[in-house]
């Protein structure tokens, strides 16, 4: 079952969706579902309802609300040189950054304190694309709050840039779980160790790999890449993990 809904803000409205499973009242475990870069669309609504029927409350915030209003943007045609679909794709991408992620994680956590059909003192976050590097800055920034962080062809979660997901891993005290891209320049080997080593070094329970035959985006059922296989598998793992740190 889905809900939209804008949640408020300083700077104004955010809007977001909630998802919850077909029968019962709750309470429920929490779960915030991360997009990726493509933006909110059709096939965020099949993963948020596909989380929530594994018996959580699921809430997916549109990261890009600060843009205003938008249609799902063309994918194919920025690819392919439009420049309209370019120019969407950059005006959304512009309106976000790392501080103002950690301010929509904050106000998601908030939101769901106030739901009484969310358990909200231990919530899951899982994020995709870009929304993979969100989702480990948000177990390091709000400790407390996040037990358990999954992402799924993230890139640049190790790297030399000062806001490097990976030097918050000693804040960290979620379970984690990092599955890279095959072939992916964005999260490479390299990146891929210096993120474990990152991770134990701090003690944190964690499972960071680069999944074969994966290529980057290959979660969501509309991408060139989509791996049904490889996504299935992306569901046994996370609601494994949302199973043993949440419920």
């Not at 210096?194 to 969501?220: F, M, Q, S």
Request: charged fraction near 20%; proline fraction near 6%; include cysteine.
């Amino acid at each position: 079952m889905r809900q939209d809904l804008g949640i408020p803000t300083a700077e104004g409205e955010m809007r977001a969706f909630v998802f919850t499973p077909d029968a019962g009242d709750g309470p429920w475990p929490a779960a915030i579902l991360l997009m990726d870069a493509p933006a909110i669309r059709p096939a965020l609504f099949e993963m948020g309802e596909r989380l929530a029927a594994g018996g959580y409350y699921v809430l997916l915030p549109d990261l890009f609300w600060r843009a205003g209003p938008y249609d799902p943007p063309d994918l194919a045609a920025a690819r392919a040189g439009n420049a309209e679909a370019a120019a969407l794709f950059g005006k959304l991408r512009n309106s976000t950054g790392v501080g103002k992620q950690m301010d929509d994680v904050k106000t998601c956590l908030a939101f769901l304190d106030r739901q009484s059909r969310a358990k909200s003192h231990k919530v899951g976050v899982t994020g995709y694309c870009m929304g993979g590097g969100i989702a480990l800055r948000a177990a390091g920034t709000f400790p407390s709050r996040i037990a358990a962080a999954a992402s799924f062809h993230g890139g640049n979660l190790a790297t030399d840039d000062k806001a490097s997901p990976h030097l918050l891993a000693p804040k960290i005290q979620a379970r984690v779980l990092v599955a890279g891209a095959d072939e992916d320049s964005s999260f490479d080997a390299a990146q891929c160790k210096r993120l474990d080593a990152a991770l134990k070094d701090a003690r944190v329970e964690a499972e960071v790999a680069i999944w074969k035959n994966c290529r980057h985006g290959w979660v969501p059922t509309d991408m060139p890449v989509y791996n049904a296989q490889g996504a299935e598998l992306h569901w046994q793992v996370l609601l494994k993990l949302f199973g043993e740190t949440l419920k």
